[in-house]
């Protein structure tokens, strides 16, 4: 079965960094794009990007350019995503979450519905 | 801000239908997936595409799209049903990128 399992919680300091990871397994991990969402506590859910999984090509939504990169590291099927510089209003949980993308022959293009998530990972930003 | 818009709140009686609404000019091209989200816990897919549910998923969640508006509808509406529900679908004022709808929060009273 598919599973993604993320790191721990972790609590920093600002202006320090952090490197959260998401190990998949139950599936070919290249062959799906893995996306990034981010949750401020009490808030909605907010796509970060995601990377191709099969040429490391990372796409970053606007206002996640920067201090945040993603990464792979194909050979242990774990994606990473690294945030440098961190703020207080960095603190949420992240997702990394799979693509599936579909293709929808009613309209001729193809969907990205997320069928599995991680299970979050806590990052907390304080002094 | 998102450019997918849904109500912040909605209600509905234990065992009635409702129906949780995204609007965007991106539905008109791209079907939306919705998502369900209980306290503490990781989202779960509940449809995608025009009308599609995944495996596990109860037969009273089913979605619907006309013009700029995809719906979520939930029949019979469960106590188990209560949870923030999110439409997901493409940005087209950003390069066709992906974005979240802001989320419903569905109360079962």
């Known amino acids: 079965q598919v599973r993604l399992v993320q790191s721990g919680s972790e609590l920093k300091k600002p202006g320090a960094s952090v490197r959260v990871s998401c190990k998949a397994s139950?599936?070919?991990?290249?062959?799906?794009?893995m996306n990034w969402v981010r949750q401020a506590p009490g808030q909605g859910l907010e796509w970060m990007g995601w990377?191709?999984?099969?040429?490391?090509?990372?796409t970053y939504a606007q206002g996640f350019t920067g201090r945040f990169v993603f990464s792979l590291d194909t050979s242990v099927s774990t994606a990473y995503l690294q945030i440098t510089s961190l703020k207080a209003d960095d603190t949420a949980v992240y997702y990394c979450?799979?693509?599936?993308?579909?293709?929808?022959?009613?309209?001729?293009?193809?969907?990205?519905?997320?069928?599995?998530w991680g299970q979050g990972t806590l990052v907390t930003v304080s002094s | 801000s998102s450019e997918l818009t849904q109500d912040p709140d909605v209600s509905v009686a234990l065992g009635q239908a409702v129906r949780i609404t995204c609007q965007g000019d991106?539905?008109?091209?791209?079907?939306a997936s919705w998502y369900q989200q209980k306290p503490g816990q990781a989202p779960v897919l509940v449809i995608y595409?025009?009308?599609n549910r995944p495996s596990g998923i109860p037969d009273r969640f089913s979605g619907s799209t006309s013009g700029n508006t995809a719906s979520l509808t939930i029949t019979g509406t469960q106590a188990e049903d209560e949870a923030d529900y999110y439409c997901?679908?493409?940005?087209?004022?950003?390069?066709?990128?992906?974005?979240f709808g802001g989320g419903t929060k569905l109360t079962v009273l």
């Open positions: 997901y679908s493409r940005d087209m004022s950003v390069n066709h990128l992906l974005v």
């Open positions: 990377i191709s999984t099969n040429t490391g090509i990372p």
């Open positions: 991106s539905l008109r091209s791209y079907y």
């Open positions: 979450a799979k693509d599936n993308p579909v293709w929808d022959g009613d309209r001729g293009v193809v969907l990205n519905p997320v069928d599995y």
């Open positions: 595409g025009k009308n």
């Open positions: 139950g599936y070919t991990f290249t062959s799906y794009a």
